[in-house]
């Protein structure tokens, strides 16, 4: 029997020392510093198997983490850990008290095709550690080959105009990860934040909305509908290659910062469907009569249909167990809620009795996490504005 761990981790803004990330934003090399150490900390209190990054400028910076990771692990192996000529050191505790490290890991970053790498206007990417390391090359979607059209019909009929996305804000990292003997494929995405999206005319200096001194919330809600037009297309494109692995009867995890709440339109789109509770009691599509309703054998049809292309947020999962409800990943405004998950496909559904693996428990690292709208929060610069979350999963053993 396989466990692994599997983890979702938004670090905020990871770059070296003194390069501008974002406008007059960056880090001097104690900054820098600080920042790795508190991310290698982070690293090795979870100590996941498998790691999906959001928020990565450089490769070099991330391998700087894990680097100072593995050290720490091994001066906290070298205190804790009984040596071979101890007749205690097989006992089950010290499996717990040890760090595995990521010497032998596979890392795969996917840069943002965005990021120029002028100062101040830089655009962070994602990527993925994984100890299993990956059965095949990882693939990074980003530059559409063919366009999303995205057309709108009037109400009453009659084409309304439409929408085309060619690339995406950022990119989506897929791999296939070997784990006992099943293959997973594992995404890994930030989608479009809820900022508004605003546009700078030809010869200015900034865009017209920016100006709060000049308040124009008409046009501040026109950027926010950007956005979530925007967040909403890369999810639909997220959906569409999820579909094409679980058609193909591929295990899918999808790990990230979805910029959106779980039951968010976006959201939905990524997870799939519900099923509605009975499509017997549902007018059929093609209905003459008022009786034309799914039959009994139509309405497990559609359900299975569904159900089988369906992924759900191993949060749910955790709550399902725990009787808790109170998790959440971001804070701020005093609002605080989850916008990073680890949607898992019905492979690891507890209903499904077909199921190969299923989730054990589900551990949030949200201490750090303080309300952003003070001023004087702590962590505010260095430490993420996001919590990071992991699932402890167990594969199934298969007959042979």
Known sequence: MTRFTIASFNVKNLIGADTEYYRFQSYTPEEYAWKVDWMADQLLTMDADIVGFQEI?????????????????????ASV?????????????????????????????????????????????????????????????????????????????????????????RPILKVRIPVGDQVITLFNCHLKSKLGEFITPEGADFAPEADLTHYDPIGRAMGAMRAAVRRMAEAWVLRREIVAELTAGHPVMVTGDFNDGEHAVSSEIISGETPFKNYAWMLRHDAETPRDRY?????????????KLQLT????????????????????????????????????????????????????????????????????????DHGQIMAHMRMNETSA
């Open 81 to 169: 850990l009984p040596g071979r000529d101890k007749r205690y050191h097989r006992k089950a505790i010290f499996k717990k008290l040890g760090s595995k490290g990521y010497a032998d890991a596979a890392l795969a970053f996917a840069p943002n095709i965005h990021d120029t790498g002028l100062p101040g206007n830089r655009r962070p990417g994602v990527a993925i550690l994984s100890r299993y390391g990956f059965a095949e090359a990882p693939e990074i979607i980003q530059d559409l080959d063919s366009p999303v059209n995205i057309p709108f019909q009037q109400l009453g009929g009659n084409e309304a105009g439409g929408i085309t996305i060619s690339t995406l804000s």
């Open 313 to 384: 947020p191993a949060e749910k999962f955790f709550a399902r167990k725990s009787l808790r409800d109170m998790v959440y990943t971001t804070a701020f405004g005093g609002v605080h809620e989850s916008i990073d998950q680890i949607y898992l496909s019905r492979h690891f559904h507890p209903d499904n009795d077909s199921r190969i693996g299923e989730m054990e428990y589900f551990s949030v690292f949200n201490d750090h996490l303080t309300d952003g709208s003070h001023p004087e929060a702590p962590y505010n610069k260095l430490a993420s």
């Open 57 to 77: 400028f450089e490769e070099a910076a991330l391998r700087d983490v894990i680097a100072e990771a593995d050290r720490r692990g091994a001066e906290l192996n």
């Open 295 to 307: 039959s009994e054998e139509e309405d497990a049809q559609i359900r299975a249909d569904i159900l």
